[in-house]
């Protein structure tokens, strides 16, 4: 099967270099595809590779629809969504796409086992909201590390934008009973600090899920 991998970037100059080295390295990745998101820095220079496909937004458009056009323009049976982050830890992406090769599911998420680099508070509301609407749980509801076949494409769309894609896929997920599996990876990725610019950023995201969560739950009900 044909493994293409999706990476939204937005200003990732100080690692996503990292992260393609990492995922160059393995023989089994179809395409690499990185949508720069608008970004002011350097990061599209950096995505001058050979095995890269880059595709430039002129203007940011969020993460949901980055993914959307990376998605739309991938060939892969698979389809893998890494965040631009991981830099050495992307190499475990052969952990993600390992079930679905082996017909055990049609969709895996990553369950981080390296401490850090979650979202504590949120990810603890996610949980909690998953469950109310819809019955059931999941250990890694705002994972971003995530593989799926193409075919299912029909039942995890439309992409919801920002920071309220994962929650509003992970809705889908339960809501068409997709078979899913959530796979132990060590996979590492930048931690929001404490300071000013790390509460906005984690507000933004509490905005977000909040808003996807409202908009399903009202749509069901």
């Known amino acids: 099967m044909n493994i293409s991998i999706i990476i939204p970037a937005y200003n990732e100059e100080d690692i996503i270099g990292k992260t393609l080295d990492a995922l160059e390295k393995i023989n089994n990745i179809t395409e690499i595809i990185v949508v720069d998101d608008g970004s002011t820095d350097n990061t599209p220079l950096l995505c ?87 019955g059931l749980a999941m250990k890694a509801p705002l994972s971003g590390q995530r593989a799926f076949k193409r075919k299912i494409l029909p039942l995890i769309t439309p992409f919801y934008n920002g920071y309220g894609l994962e929650i509003g896929m992970d809705l889908l997920i339960l809501k068409n009973n997709i078979q899913y599996k959530e796979v132990p990876c060590n996979f590492k990725h930048r931690v929001s600090g404490k300071d000013l610019s790390g509460f906005i950023h984690r507000g933004k995201q509490f905005k977000e899920v909040l808003s996807v969560l409202w908009s399903f739950k009202n749509n069901i009900v």
């Not at 937004?57 to 631009?84: M, T």
């Not at 055990?104 to 609407?133: C, H, N, P, Q």
Request: charged share 30%; hydrophobic share 45%; no cysteine.
């Open 48 to 134: 001058n590779r050979n095995r890269v496909r880059l595709i430039n937004l002129v203007q940011n458009q969020g993460k949901g629809r980055a993914v959307e056009v990376g998605v739309r323009e991938s060939q892969g049976d698979i389809i893998v969504l890494l965040d631009a982050d991981l830099g050495d830890s992307a190499r475990e992406v052969e952990k993600l796409a390992k079930p679905i090769i082996a017909g055990e599911v049609d969709l895996t998420i990553a369950l981080l086992t390296i401490k850090g680099g979650g979202v504590g508070l949120l990810r603890k509301f996610a949980d909690f909201s998953l469950k109310t609407i819809t």
